[in-house]
């Protein structure tokens, strides 16, 4: 099991480009089942999920060509649906979450689809109830083995049909619309999630051929076309590393550039900073953070305690509050951060506290955090990653602090951060994987 040895205390400088976006290649991965016809997608991360992803979909018979570092083509001609059946799809599909998203096309294209329990983060109850009623509601047949964890959904066909999401899932909505383009007639759906993860999977299927309108809100309607297309498709970069690197300038102190952000898709993500009281300048494209020897955290206009709450599109995205909260440790002024979304994310907390952090955890979804104004530095120590956002916040903590500390099981940040260690090091970080 690998761990990063990390030395805190330097100061970064350079300058960073973010990687493509992971929940964003997750979904169009899997959009590329839906065609016969060749899709090339670019800007791809060379991350651990996505790249599981990429095998499981040559597992089943995709032809995957990798055109360049960052570029595939897929070509989804022949599938083999008699390997969803075997133990070795259920055990390579289970490796993570995103994957639950070859249902939606699977469904469509061939009228059946199976999976097991996904896997991704252990961050509190995550359920699948949104995908499934949105497959049954387009005329599927849903059948769950609980001894097994095993889901199927069939259908001779799908019919369009009107539906009020129970929760604005990202990848429930992903998947209904991954069904319903290829469906007979009108789909609307209401309560649908927009993160910009979805839009994406949305403009990709149009220049497929899919007629959708709505998007980019949470009403979309989509009338169903017979077959889809090829075409190309570029990846977002991904506004979670951004924002985890605008986290990690402020905790160090460090003059950074963020490069080529795409910041105009980045919604309330440079405000919620702001509020943070970190100084951040947008310069074209890119985002230039100065050195702050200290940054304060507003009040709300009455003079109370700000809040950090996650929120659906366009809300704060839930994965960046680890971000936050362990910036928050640094800050002068204290901060509410409300995880709203899921029950066990921040239970990590405890490892900031052995490292001198102020924090109270109110209950598990609320920790109140008490800045300590960089007059104390946090004390290196050992750490484990508990999950991808909690593994990279305990990074920038390492970073900042006083002294070394050693990360261990970061195959949970490998999941999600490129390279990590080495493009930290090319920002000055003294960082060794071991
Ligand atoms: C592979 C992938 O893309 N993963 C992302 C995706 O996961 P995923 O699609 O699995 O997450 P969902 O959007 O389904 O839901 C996340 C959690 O939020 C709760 N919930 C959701 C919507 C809502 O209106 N109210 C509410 O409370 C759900 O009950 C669940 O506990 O979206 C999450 C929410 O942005 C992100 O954290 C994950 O990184
Ligand atoms: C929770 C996350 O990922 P996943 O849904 O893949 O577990 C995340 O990216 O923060």
Not at 343 to 362: P, Q, W
Not at 400 to 417: P, V
Request: hydrophobic letters at 40%; glycine letters at 10%; charged letters at 20%.
């Amino acid at each position: 099991m690998h761990c990063f040895e990390i030395e805190g205390g330097h100061k970064l400088s350079g300058e960073i480009t973010p990687q493509g976006a992971k929940n964003e290649a997750l979904q169009v991965i899997c959009a590329t089942l839906l065609s016969k016809e060749e899709i090339i997608i670019n800007n791809i991360p060379d991350i651990v999920d996505v790249n599981n992803l990429i095998n499981l979909l040559g597992d089943i018979g995709v032809i995957v060509k990798r055109l360049g570092k960052a570029s595939c083509s897929f070509i989804a001609e022949n599938i083999n649906m008699d390997y969803l059946q075997s133990q070795e799809f259920r055990t390579k599909a289970s490796s993570l979450r995103g994957s639950v998203m070859i249902m939606g096309p699977l469904l469509a294209r061939f009228g059946k689809a199976y999976f097991p329990k996904p896997g991704g983060d252990k961050i509190g109850r995550r359920r699948l109830d949104t995908h499934f009623i949105g497959f049954e509601k387009l005329g599927a047949q849903f059948h769950y083995n609980p001894s097994e964890i095993f889901y199927s959904v069939e259908a001779e066909h799908l019919k369009g049909t009107y539906m009020l999401l129970d929760e604005a899932s990202v990848t429930g909505t992903a998947n209904i619309v991954l069904a319903a383009v290829l469906a007979q007639g009108k789909t609307t759906i209401y309560n649908a999630a927009c993160e910009p993860y979805v839009q994406q999977l949305c403009k990709m299927l149009v220049s497929m051929g899919a007629k959708i309108s709505g998007i980019g809100s949470n009403l979309l309607n989509i009338e169903g076309v017979e077959s889809l297309g090829g075409c190309e498709h570029r990846i977002l970069p991904d506004m979670i590393e951004i924002g985890s690197f605008i986290g990690m300038a402020a905790m160090t102190g460090s003059e950074i550039t963020i490069k080529d952000t795409a910041y105009d898709e980045l919604g309330v993500i440079p405000d919620a900073f702001r509020k943070m009281g970190i100084q951040l300048e947008r310069r074209g494209d890119d985002i230039y953070i100065p050195e702050q020897d200290e940054y304060e955290i507003e009040t709300f206009i009455d003079g109370s305690i700000m809040t950090i709450a996650d929120a659906p599109w366009p809300g704060l995205t839930p994965d960046l509050l680890s971000v936050f909260l362990v910036i928050a440790t640094q800050a002068k002024g204290s901060v509410l951060i409300h995880q709203k979304m899921f029950e066990s994310r921040l239970f990590f907390v405890d490892k900031l506290i052995d490292m001198g952090a102020r924090i109270i955890l109110c209950d598990p979804h609320r920790a109140t955090v008490i800045g300590l104004n960089k007059e104390t530095p946090l004390r290196g120590t050992t750490l484990t990653s508990p999950d991808i956002r909690a593994g990279v916040a305990l990074l920038i903590a390492a970073l900042s602090a006083n002294g070394k500390s050693t990360i261990q099981n970061i195959a949970q940040i490998d999941r999600g951060y490129q390279n990590i260690d080495e493009r930290l090091r090319k920002l000055g970080a003294k960082i060794k994987r071991n």
